[in-house]
């Protein structure tokens, strides 16, 4: 079963990806899931977002000092 996450009135993408993930990194990957939404900036409250499953190869493609605290 997928995950999904219903925003509430200015939620945005990294805040979104922070909240459920502890991590910005997941901003991309939410925001490919979810292609029909790219054009917000700013969300209103009731969106439904699909979430990608969480993963350790996100911290792959961050740089070094990011890393550090993984």
């Given at each position: 079963?997928?995950?999904?996450?219903?925003?509430?009135?200015?939620?945005?993408?990294?805040?979104?990806?922070?909240?459920?993930?502890?991590?910005?990194?997941?901003?991309d990957k939410i925001m490919k899931l979810n292609p029909q939404?790219?054009?917000?900036?700013?969300?209103?409250?009731?969106?439904?977002?699909?979430?990608?499953?969480?993963?350790?190869?996100?911290?792959?493609?961050?740089?070094?000092?990011?890393?550090?605290?993984?």
């Amino acid at each position: 079963m997928n995950k999904t996450y219903t925003t509430i009135a200015g939620d945005m993408w990294d805040g979104i990806a922070y909240k459920v993930y502890g991590d910005e990194a997941y901003t991309d990957k939410i925001m490919k899931l979810n292609p029909q939404y790219r054009h917000l900036f700013v969300f209103p409250a009731g969106v439904t977002l699909d979430l990608p499953e969480e993963s350790m190869s996100v911290s792959i493609s961050l740089p070094p000092w990011k890393r550090a605290n993984l």
